[in-house]
């Protein structure tokens, strides 16, 4: 399968965004580090070997470790982290976790799914090295993430050159994300989403951030032709023109896909197999059983 993120590209990016970092440019991490910190906080148990696995900043560890539910976690990266002790880090690609085979109880994984080239093999990997009974909890865009800012682009670029190239990544959707849980082998696999709406003055402010956060396009098939500014300022029309409120504000979307599973264990809930119930729903809704027609 041919990789769809150039990886190398992705770590010159997020090594020069955090080298000249930007204040509040990590808005977005810093929400999604805390909605996991509020999911992890109501699991009743303490967990004693932790990892979080890619992600680029240690946010969401540091937000986690604050509700007093972990130990000091461990990560997994492309890049040494600002803060941290190198012996802490394991270096690898976005496609690979290097963690032994059952050795952690907690695996965090903070907005990185979505720009690995194999996302099954991945989440197949923190299966195997989770301990049973041990957690994932996961976040990633899903579909529609930057979908004002994608079809802005591709108007204007098809208005202009009669063609279009693909300038803003694939996200997919919470049943695919769910699937993929299941076929890792995840048990009690949960997913849900965040709707994350941020509002800017034009185009040009979402884009400063996006480079600023290192979240730029990273696709292998991108265009290498430079782009002229005329493109930009026709998209920044369109984007007004369709997603503006009447404050005059641009909307951009960041669907943000919670995901949990637990490695498997015997102590877990199972379903019943069908037909061993006991009680009639009838019975249990107080209600007289109506048969349908054969």
């Given at each position: 399968?041919?990789?769809?993120?150039?990886?190398?590209?992705?770590?010159?990016?997020?090594?020069?965004?955090?080298?000249?970092?930007t204040?509040?440019?990590?808005?977005l991490?810093r929400r999604v580090a805390?909605?996991?910190?509020?999911?992890?906080?109501?699991v009743?148990?303490?967990?004693?070997?932790?990892?979080?696995?890619?992600?680029g900043?240690?946010?969401?560890?540091e937000?986690?470790?604050?509700?007093?539910?972990t130990?000091?976690f461990r990560?997994?990266?492309q890049?040494?982290l600002?803060?941290?002790?190198?012996?802490?880090v394991?270096?690898a690609?976005?496609?690979?976790?290097?963690?032994?085979?059952?050795?952690?109880?907690?695996?965090?994984?903070p907005?990185a799914l979505?720009?690995?080239?194999?996302?099954?093999?991945v989440?197949?990997?923190?299966?195997?090295?989770l301990?049973?009974?041990?957690?994932?909890?996961?976040?990633?865009p899903g579909?529609?993430?930057?979908g004002e800012?994608?079809?802005?682009l591709?108007?204007a670029?098809?208005?202009?050159t009669?063609g279009?190239n693909?300038?803003i990544?694939?996200?997919?959707?919470?049943?695919?994300y769910?699937?993929?849980?299941?076929?890792?082998?995840f048990?009690l696999?949960?997913?849900?989403?965040?709707?994350?709406?941020?509002?800017?003055?034009?185009?040009?402010g979402?884009?400063r951030?996006?480079?600023?956060?290192?979240?730029t396009?990273?696709?292998?098939?991108?265009?290498?032709?430079?782009?002229?500014?005329?493109?930009?300022?026709?998209a920044?029309?369109?984007?007004?023109?369709?997603?503006?409120d009447?404050?005059?504000?641009?909307r951009?979307?960041?669907p943000?896909i919670?995901l949990?599973?637990w490695?498997?264990h015997e102590?877990?809930?199972k379903p019943?197999?069908?037909g061993s119930?006991?009680?009639?729903?009838?019975?249990?809704?107080r209600?007289p059983?109506?048969?349908?027609?054969?």
């Amino acid at each position: 399968m041919d990789p769809l993120f150039d990886h190398t590209l992705m770590r010159q990016r997020r090594v020069r965004a955090l080298a000249g970092f930007t204040p509040g440019a990590d808005f977005l991490i810093r929400r999604v580090a805390e909605d996991m910190a509020d999911r992890l906080s109501v699991v009743e148990r303490r967990f004693e070997n932790p990892f979080q696995v890619h992600g680029g900043l240690t946010l969401a560890a540091e937000t986690m470790s604050a509700t007093g539910k972990t130990a000091a976690f461990r990560f997994v990266d492309q890049y040494a982290l600002p803060g941290l002790d190198t012996s802490a880090v394991t270096l690898a690609g976005p496609d690979q976790v290097p963690i032994a085979p059952g050795s952690a109880d907690l695996i965090v994984s903070p907005l990185a799914l979505h720009l690995t080239n194999d996302t099954p093999g991945v989440l197949v990997q923190m299966r195997r090295a989770l301990k049973p009974d041990g957690l994932l909890l996961a976040a990633t865009p899903g579909a529609g993430t930057l979908g004002e800012l994608r079809e802005s682009l591709l108007a204007a670029e098809s208005e202009l050159t009669g063609g279009a190239n693909a300038r803003i990544h694939p996200y997919a959707d919470i049943r695919d994300y769910g699937a993929l849980l299941q076929r890792a082998g995840f048990a009690l696999p949960v997913t849900d989403i965040d709707d994350i709406v941020v509002r800017y003055a034009d185009m040009f402010g979402l884009l400063r951030d996006l480079r600023a956060m290192g979240m730029t396009s990273m696709l292998m098939e991108r265009s290498r032709r430079p782009v002229g500014r005329s493109l930009f300022l026709r998209a920044a029309q369109i984007y007004a023109e369709r997603f503006s409120d009447p404050d005059g504000r641009i909307r951009a979307s960041f669907p943000v896909i919670h995901l949990s599973g637990w490695a498997p264990h015997e102590s877990q809930q199972k379903p019943l197999k069908p037909g061993s119930a006991k009680t009639r729903l009838a019975d249990a809704l107080r209600t007289p059983e109506q048969k349908l027609p054969r």
